[in-house]
T-cell receptor, first 114, second 114 residues
Framework: GENVEQHPSTLSVQEGDSAVIKCTYSDSASNYFPWYKQELGKRPQLIIDIRSNVGEKKDQRIAVTLNKTAKHFSLHITETQPEDSAVYFCAASLGGGSQGNLIFGKGTKLSVKP | NAGVTQTPKFQVLKTGQSMTLQCAQDMNHNSMYWYRQDPGMGLRLIYYSASEGTTDKGEVPNGYNVSRLNKREFSLRLESAAPSQTSVYFC?????????????FGPGTRLTVT
């Protein structure tokens, strides 16, 4: 089955710096790659996602890149702010319906220091 | 819309007791999921229901049962709770099929088994 590895497990940056979190997956058939942000004591919330027919997607300060050949995808946060501090999870799935099950990485705790 | 709701928010059980976690969504989604979240482990899928009337095992189904009561509701039952089931449980839903793959999470249930 699918396996998702996420690195680093913790990341500390200064406000205004960029942060990059990387994930690798094992199943070449996976075609949907979301990123979730989870603040302490809250539910995971989708911040950006990408499908396998796209190499990069941006939404303001957040971008995700996908390299299908190498089976890895990354989250890029630019101009970090203290409110970006949270745990970030990547995930992979085979798409919708009964294939829609997400396999999550173990998370990255991002700390943004003012 | 309330989105995905879960009850209870907190629960303490003694070893061997049983309980049912309730989940409901009002987004007319077809697919529903139960995850558990343990420190350093990310989110792991327990059971899912791709559509009303179907349920299937995820990564960690042992010790749990589920019921898809109708399109809105998906419950998780612990028949004989064990300390290893101490965790935070999240329910999620998605449109399913070939529509949007985004999963929306409920607020979670924090369960402690002593």
């Amino acid at each position: 089955g699918e396996n998702v590895e996420q690195h680093p497990s913790t990341l500390s940056v200064q406000e205004g710096d960029s942060a990059v979190i990387k994930c690798t997956y094992s199943d070449s058939a996976s075609n949907y790659f979301p990123w979730y942000k989870q603040e302490l004591g809250k539910r995971p919330q989708l911040i950006i996602d990408i499908r396998s027919n796209v190499g990069e997607k941006k939404d303001q300060r957040i971008a995700v890149t996908l390299n299908k050949t190498a089976k890895h995808f990354s989250l890029h946060i630019t101009e970090t702010q203290p409110e970006d501090s949270a745990v970030y999870f990547c995930a992979a799935s085979l798409g919708g319906g009964s294939q829609g099950n997400l396999i999550f990485g173990k998370g990255t705790k991002l700390s943004v220091k003012p | 819309n309330a989105g995905v709701t879960q009850t209870p928010k907190f629960q303490v059980l003694k070893t061997g007791q049983s309980m049912t976690l309730q989940c409901a969504q009002d987004m007319n989604h077809n697919s529903m999921y139960w995850y558990r979240q343990d420190p350093g482990m990310g989110l792991r899928l327990i059971y899912y229901s791709a559509s009303e009337g179907t349920t299937d095992k995820g990564e960690v189904p042992n010790g749990y049962n589920v019921s898809r009561l109708n399109k809105r509701e998906f419950s998780l039952r612990l028949e004989s709770a064990a300390p290893s089931q101490t965790s935070v449980y999240f329910c999620a839903s998605s449109i399913g099929g070939t529509g949007s793959y985004e999963q929306y999470f409920g607020p979670g249930t924090r369960l402690t088994v002593t």
